[in-house]
């Protein structure tokens, strides 16, 4: 192989990407190409690196599927940290197919990891645990590793699962050490930072107070009844049930809970579930109506009794009752809570990450715009929405060394 392009994909595998330009930035042959378009991606220039990774598949043409495969591979990978979710998946899973054709066990890898990182982004959790399944970390690269263990520690994350994540983060951290990339290092201390941050309050009676991760684990473990506004469904020892597609439900169980050990006035429920100000008797006819929904819907969970003012959440076996609160209620806290990443989103990758049009998301980001919450730069398809108030760091790219094995 060229020495200056093993000594380019060198640098670039330790988080050079200077060094690496120093050796290819005047060279225009394909494997110069994508090296270069790497480098510019670990510098933060996104778009350059899209259209010289590009370049660089098309000069390697149809006889070396490999490299143009590891450069497809490159380029899905800049799409996804820059949070283009429309990026085509067929593409990715076609240059997996081929990568693994030919063996590339190391390329093969990278890019399962980044079609489990995606299903991530956009709340497929099962699937991104499926595309992970036989995988072992431990035979990758350092950087791949660390790559895969972030997303590993995402999937427990959302599983509620504190002790897994905090190991697969631990192994993230190694991995990424020992691949010195200090990017890399980032982004793995930025994702431990999340389990020591509230992720949710507790409300129980007269008590609020916030809870970590491990904090709401222990409760989703305990016989508490627990009605989760967090994902709306009310829980109880392993058994759950989703309220998400009855709105009206939750919102009644929440103000009982909320109230619990005391009733909750008819008015409260009425303003809360139908938004009410003047109650006539139809407001109080349909609440009755609610009310009976909840309690068939609740079953062997809770009861639900009459009383003079309202109606009271009634326990099974002597369980208290805790509502499970987001840590800051908003209306469009999901989207806030993408946008906290410290990454550059779309409208149309938010519309994507959280099923919703696009028109509906561009509508709720001027609202946040107008009001201080998110701010964006550029213009037409380029315009991108972050929160104001995220330190930046460098962009990570866990792009693994594409030239150096072929």
């Known amino acids: 192989m060229d020495p200056l392009i093993t000594a380019a994909a060198r640098a670039l595998a330790t988080g050079d990407p200077l060094a690496a330009l120093n050796r290819v930035a005047l060279r225009d042959d394909p494997p110069a190409l994508a090296l270069r378009g790497i480098a510019m991606a ?34 899905a990978e800049i799409a996804f940290v820059s949070r283009d979710l429309a990026w085509p998946e067929a593409a990715l899973e076609a240059a997996r197919a081929t990568l693994e054709a030919q063996g590339d066990r190391a390329n093969v890898a990278h890019a399962r990891t980044l079609q489990a990182r995606r299903q991530l982004l956009v709340g497929r959790i099962d699937e991104a645990e499926r595309i992970l399944e036989g995988l072992d970390p431990a035979s990758l690269p350092a950087a791949t590793r660390a790559a895969c263990e972030l997303v590993v520690a995402g999937i427990a994350i959302r ?17 990424a050490r020992a691949a010195r990339i200090p990017a890399l290092v ?113 079953g062997d969970l ?30 469009h806290a999901g989207m806030l809570a993408l946008l906290a990443d410290g990454e550059a989103w779309s409208s149309s990758a938010l519309a994507i990450a959280l099923g919703a049009s696009p028109r509906t998301i561009q509508r709720a980001l001027d609202r946040l715009a107008r009001a201080g919450k998110v701010q964006s730069f550029g213009r037409a398809r380029s315009r991108r929405w972050t929160v104001p108030h995220v330190p930046g760091f460098p962009t990570v790219l866990l792009l693994p060394d594409p030239l150096a094995s072929g």
């Open 159 to 175: 599983r509620t699962r504190t002790k897994a994540a905090r190991a697969a983060l631990a192994r993230a951290g190694i991995a």
């Open 42 to 75: 670990q510098l933060g220039d996104l778009a350059r690196a899209t259209t010289l990774l590009r370049r660089a598949a098309r000069a390697f043409g149809p006889g070396q599927p490999v490299a143009r495969a590891r450069c497809v591979v490159a380029e």
């Open 186 to 298: 980032a982004e793995v201390e930025t994702a431990a930072r999340v389990l020591d941050t509230p992720a949710a309050r507790l409300v129980a009676g007269d008590e609020e107070r916030p809870l970590l991760l491990e904090d709401v684990e222990r409760l989703l473990a305990s016989d508490a009844l627990i009605v989760d506004a967090c994902r709306h469904a009310v829980r109880v020892g392993g058994t759950t049930l989703s309220l998400a597609t009855r709105p009206v439900l939750f919102a009644l169980a929440r103000v009982l809970g909320e109230a619990w050990p005391a009733d909750a006035p008819r008015g409260t429920l009425l303003q809360s579930a139908f938004g009410a100000r003047h109650v006539d008797e139809s407001h109080r006819a349909r609440l009755r109506v609610e009310i009976g929904r909840l309690r068939a819907a609740l």
């Open 302 to 331: 809770a009861d639900l009794g009459a009383t003079k003012a309202g109606f009271v959440l009634l326990p099974r076996q002597g369980r208290h009752i805790v509502v499970l609160a987001p840590p800051v209620e908003d209306r």
